[in-house]
């Protein structure tokens, strides 16, 4: 039997496994090729990575290097969001439930996988925030020396918490973030570590498991949307490799439609399926509160458009305030996100209301990443906060009961 190798994403190009570069020698994105896919069943076990072992391209699943990712809720949304996007039928997939409170959690415990099965003693990856942490995170659970490049307008927040896990942090002066991206990942052959990107083929194959949760929580049923914040693209490519995999396996019996969801102010993909063109259209010198979202020109991203073609996806985007507001919505309805995960709520409201969704579509939205690491936004938000002495207090006490009585 023909083994696991990765293959090129639109021209079926064929490279080992074991292959160091994230992308294929033209610069399109690499997947995992799984042979005899078609027969992969759902296996009794604890965990979804067993169960779905064998929907994996790993000899084991590795239960050692895991921080208790995944396995997120899945719940019904509140009258409240229902109302604003007009989806009658919406589900929210709490991702910010993950070990480092984002879904990356899902991608790196992948790569430590990949690196242990491998005898690789080192990880490395470019991120300005969620991906460095998770990967810091990992890399210490599975005794790997990480690697982490910045460029040097990362805030020190973000910068400690990669830095706390013992993470080695490169920060690279003087330079654009793409440029620097593309720098480092061709270090890779050069010095022979495995230099981890949002998209690369082996966090693909971690983020398939939501795909699995979604097919187990809804009892075999398929969403008929599923609503997810793009960036680097490897997030939604995942969840939807992961569909595939489960109907060349006979287990569904159709596909769910993706939502690529970005800011308008930087929507290299949305803005290209929109126009219906096979080239990302790249942004430059945009600013965008959805930092998470900040891939201007994302390597690999035709293959999000070939697939949006094939299958017909939609795109949406959300405006700076339009931003805000759905943050502010969601945190409402008890969920405090942040602002890149936040664009989908404007986003799903416009597809509605132009029937591109319809009422009784069966609607799932990714909660990408928790709020908490993203706090000078937050004081854009009106807020209830009284500063009070403790001689004072009766009286403050007394003003903030009328108030509620009030509404
Ligand atoms: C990384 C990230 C995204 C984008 O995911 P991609 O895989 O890069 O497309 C969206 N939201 C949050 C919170 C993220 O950290």
């Avoid at 973030?177 to 990107?197: E, H, N, P, T």
Wanted: charged share 25%; aromatic share 8%; with cysteine.
């Amino acid at each position: 039997m023909k083994s696991v190798h990765l293959r090129s994403t639109i021209s079926g190009t064929e490279y080992p496994f074991a292959r160091l570069e994230e992308f294929a020698e033209n610069r399109e994105s690499l997947e995992v090729a799984i042979p005899g896919i078609e027969n992969a069943r759902i296996k009794q076990g604890n965990r979804t990575w067993e169960r779905f072992a064998e929907f994996m391209p790993f000899a084991e699943t590795h239960p050692e290097l895991s921080l208790g990712e995944g396995s997120t809720p899945l719940i019904e949304a509140s009258p409240l969001l229902k109302t604003y996007t007009g989806v009658e039928n919406l589900l929210l997939k709490n991702e910010t439930a993950n070990p480092t409170w984002s879904f990356k959690d899902r991608g790196s415990i992948a790569c430590s996988i990949m690196a242990k099965e491998r005898g690789e003693s080192m990880t490395a990856t470019i991120s300005t925030g969620n991906m460095g942490q998770s990967v810091a995170a990992y890399g210490a659970r599975a005794g790997l020396n990480v690697l982490i490049f910045l460029p040097e307008f990362v805030p020190l927040e973000k910068i400690l918490a990669m830095a706390v896990h013992g993470a080695k942090i490169i920060k690279v002066r003087g330079a654009d973030y793409a440029d620097i991206k593309l720098r480092a990942l061709a270090l890779a052959s050069r010095f022979g570590i495995r230099i981890v990107s949002g998209n690369g083929p082996i966090r693909v194959e971690g983020y398939k498991m939501e795909a699995f949760e979604l097919f187990e929580a809804l009892r075999g049923d398929v969403p008929d949307f599923i609503v997810v914040p793009t960036s680097a693209c490897g997030h939604i490519r995942g969840i939807f490799k992961g569909f595939r995999e489960l109907f060349a396996a006979g287990l569904i019996s159709r596909l769910p439609r993706m939502v690529v969801v970005q800011a308008a102010a930087n929507s290299p993909i949305a803005s290209a399926i929109h126009a219906r063109s096979d080239k990302v259209i790249p942004f430059r010198n945009f600013t965008t509160i959805a930092e998470a979202l900040s891939s201007g020109n994302p390597p690999g991203g035709e293959e999000i458009l070939a697939k949006a073609n094939e299958f017909d996806w939609l795109a949406g985007v959300a405006s700076e305030t339009e931003i805000l507001e759905s943050q502010l919505l969601y945190a409402r309805s008890g969920f405090f996100v942040e602002p890149g995960s936040a664009t989908t709520l404007a986003a799903l409201r416009s597809l509605r209301a132009s029937g591109a969704i319809k009422n009784r579509d069966r609607v799932v939205v990714v909660l990408t990443g928790s709020g908490m690491k993203d706090m000078d936004v937050v004081n854009r938000h009106a807020m209830n906060i009284v500063d009070c002495g403790i001689d004072d207090l009766e009286r403050k006490v007394e003003n903030s009961l009328a108030r509620f009585a009030d509404r």
